[in-house]
């Protein structure tokens, strides 16, 4: 499997993706509910009952009832709570954006470090070739009378701490499948592709952060959610309504049947008190949003330019070590083992300047995964949610 491909899988199959979408759709339904009246209310009633006698027929003002009634909210109320949550829905809908983004880079770093353990296993294979050849070197000398036991054993001990490397190794390439078939919603660790991945950093400018990257549109978002907030808060201002009528059948013979009509409203007189309170709450909350978004802008331009500088710096190392200084090192090794098969080294000069070749290998492999970290780490900064994989 290529890195693109499970980016891809990423997309259609992750659980807390998957979670999201039906978070939105909850929203989108809801919005829907909130902009229908609600449904009327049926009453049945028995009117002046005597109570001596639970008649129908004692008194004419007794009767029976059927009554209907419906509530009306304030006047755009409806319509601007349905407006709320079609925000609510678009916020979710932009945070999952930024779900996604962020597990694409979890899954980029952890494809990085699942590439970079089979790399170096293969780096510590050669070094246990290297490794035999010290131990065959110590061997022959000693045979020979020109080295002692101590260089035998010694070079057989290095070989056992490779061993020990390769083991670790191991387990942190299985810890890496293990996140990576996480995000993939799979229960198997996949069969990864061990050729380093090709990643091209950010094109936007290390000074800004595109107005489409998913975090800043989740801000954004935000905003416009406290803000539909407000414009509900504002209704509370207006009168509910409740509109009724009701017919009465009296039972008394001669009397007559009734026909009663009517509408009832809450007075907001104590809006200093409650609905004051809620309005300044809602606009407390729409500063609060846009404070949000400015320190998310700044946020992601410090790490713009944080990541820039790291890249720059591992990319100048990169280059100096796989260019210069391990082609040296590899120098330096075969001249000290050559120095030593002729008597003018000891088997720890061998065995330091194998040490200091396995030493750079690591690093160059972790400065390329470091690297193409960083580079994946831009990418997510730097990329507007319709480019995102």
Request: glycine share 4%; net charge neutral.
């Amino acid at each position: 499997m290529t890195l693109r491909a499970a980016e891809a899988q990423l997309a259609q199959a992750n659980p807390s993706l998957a979670a999201a979408t039906q978070r939105i759709r909850a929203l989108q339904h809801q919005a829907a509910a909130a902009t229908h009246l609600p449904d009327p209310h049926v009453s049945f009633d028995a009117v002046n009952l005597p109570t001596n006698s639970f008649s129908l027929t004692q008194q004419g003002m007794t009767m029976l009832s059927v009554g209907v009634s419906q509530s009306f909210s304030p006047i755009g109320k409806l319509a601007l709570e349905g407006s709320k949550l079609q925000a609510q829905a678009s916020e979710q809908r932009f945070s999952r954006e930024a779900k996604r983004a962020q597990l694409v880079l979890a899954l980029r770093r952890a494809w990085l470090v699942a590439v970079y353990t089979r790399q170096a296993m293969a780096t510590v294979q050669r070094q246990q070739s290297l490794a035999r050849e010290n131990v065959d070197a110590a061997m022959a000398s000693y045979r020979a009378g020109s080295g002692a036991q101590s260089d035998v054993l010694r070079a057989r001990l290095a070989e056992d701490e490779l061993r020990n490397d390769q083991s670790a190794l191991a387990a942190d390439e299985a810890a890496a499948l293990a996140d990576i078939a996480q995000a993939l919603g799979s229960e198997h660790a996949p069969q990864i592709d061990p050729a380093w991945p090709n990643l091209a950093p950010g094109a936007m400018t290390p000074e800004q952060a595109p107005p489409g990257q998913p975090l800043l549109r989740l801000a954004q978002a935000k905003v416009l959610t406290a803000q539909a907030g407000v414009q509900v808060a504002k209704t509370n201002f207006r009168p509910a309504i409740t509109v009724g009528a009701s017919y009465g059948k009296s039972f008394v013979p001669g009397s007559p049947n009734y026909f009663s009509a009517g509408v009832s409203m809450n007075l907001p007189i104590f809006s200093s008190h409650r609905l004051d309170q809620e309005l300044d709450s809602a606009r407390a909350q729409v500063m609060e949003a846009r404070y949000d978004e400015q320190d998310q802008r700044l946020a992601l331009q410090q790490q713009i330019r944080s990541a820039t500088a790291r890249m720059r710096s591992q990319q100048e190392k990169w280059q100096r070590l796989h260019a210069q200084m391990l082609p040296l090192a590899h120098e330096a090794y075969d001249s000290t083992l050559t120095a030593y098969s002729n008597g003018r080294a000891s088997m720890g000069d061998v065995l330091k300047a194998q040490q200091a070749v396995f030493a750079l290998e690591l690093q160059t492999l972790q400065l390329r995964r470091d690297l193409l970290a960083t580079q994946a780490e831009l990418d997510y900064l730097t990329t507007p949610s319709e480019q995102q994989p």
